[in-house]
């Protein structure tokens, strides 16, 4: 019976190998786990001071970069705007120096229509004339006329005369259209269409046309013409 209860007691009593083993075992496991948790907070507070020395790093670096990028933006808007404004200007000054802005017959109806009322009658009196009036015209062509269109009437007035006296000879000259092509404050060009019509006595009346350029200037308040041209 006593070695019965021994063996009994044997078989129940605790044994120091397992409870070692627990014991290493629930030592061992908070030591693992501690020792991941210090590696992982041990990393971490180096990642991060990467991360805030690279933001340091890139902030007093990034702020110089920022301005230069600034005044440089600034400089090539300031170039452009300068550029755009002296095209400008000299597309202006173009369009105000151009023939056609300073063509007062384009803009000015009422100088136009006198410039060539003055000279359509200029030039219908100094072409017309008969046996008794070449005197006359002779005189009016001295106040219509100047410069070197007066010097040319001048010239070749005096056939003109003979033939008229001789020939019985009748000039009637009439302005059927005339244009200004260039009018400015002192000086005028035209076109000028005309209709000449020759009676010699004893014959029948013929018809001519001609065509002239004409320049004229304003003196003393009206028109003269200073050259003739025929075209």
């Known amino acids: 019976m006593k070695q019965t209860e021994t063996a009994r007691r044997a078989d129940t009593a605790p044994d120091p190998g397992a409870g070692e083993t627990e014991e290493a075992g629930r030592a061992g496991a908070p030591h693992g786990i501690r020792e991941t948790e210090t590696a992982e907070v041990a990393e971490a507070p180096e990642g991060a001071e990467e991360t805030e020395e690279g933001e340091e790093g890139d902030g007093p670096a990034a702020a110089p970069r920022h301005g230069r990028l600034l005044r440089a933006l600034a400089a090539a808007l300031a170039l452009a705007l300068l550029a755009a404004g002296v095209t400008l200007f000299v597309l202006g000054q173009r369009l105000r120096d151009t023939p056609a802005t300073s063509n ?125 041209t025929s075209r």
């Open 104 to 228: 007062r017959a384009l803009t000015d109806t009422a100088a136009t229509a006198r410039v060539t009322g003055d000279v359509g009658s200029a030039l219908s009196k100094v072409f017309s004339y008969g046996p008794q009036s070449t005197a006359a015209t002779k005189e009016t062509a001295k106040r219509v006329l100047a410069g070197k269109a007066l010097q040319q009437y001048a010239a070749l007035y005096g056939q003109v005369e003979k033939q008229a006296a001789d020939q019985k000879l009748t000039l009637t000259t009439q302005v059927v259209r005339a244009g200004v092509t260039r009018l400015g404050t002192g000086s005028a060009h035209l076109l000028v269409f005309l209709d000449q019509v020759y009676e010699r006595e004893g014959k029948a009346a013929t018809t001519a046309a001609a065509q002239l350029s004409v320049t004229a200037e304003l003196r003393g308040g009206h028109w003269v013409v200073v050259d003739i």
